[in-house]
């Protein structure tokens, strides 16, 4: 089993940044991969970004460009850095943890101003 913590959101003006921090616990944390989801209410969760075992990185189309995934395996640590935000980046996120199932983090708000 994987116990995922989120922190670092927040409220932000358009334009601003945030650094999302995931910390990881409980299992192997180098043979997951790692992956950003975020949801809104009424909607359905989306990925967001997603930083595999080997390293590579895949992102929503909305956000390339903006925002950048990485992980530290020796801290068993993932982050997302989010650049140039927008109010449609207005919703909690989801640190996850996938191999043969899914852990979830809590969830962290993050809320765009215009």
């Known amino acids: 089993q994987v116990q995922l913590v989120e922190s670092g959101g927040g409220l932000v003006q358009a334009g601003g940044s945030l650094r999302l921090s995931c910390a990881a616990s409980g299992s192997i944390f180098s043979i997951y991969h790692m992956a950003w989801y975020r949801q809104n209410p009424g909607k359905q969760r989306e990925l967001v970004a997603r930083v595999f075992s080997d390293g590579n990185t895949n992102y929503a189309d909305s956000v390339k460009g903006r925002f950048t995934i990485s992980r530290d395996n020796a801290k068993n640590m993932v982050y997302l850095q989010m650049n140039s935000l927008k109010p449609e980046d207005t919703a909690v996120y989801y640190c996850?943890?996938?191999?043969?199932?899914?852990?979830w983090g809590q969830g962290t708000q993050v809320t765009v101003s215009s």
């Open positions: 996850a943890a996938l191999r043969l199932t899914t852990y």
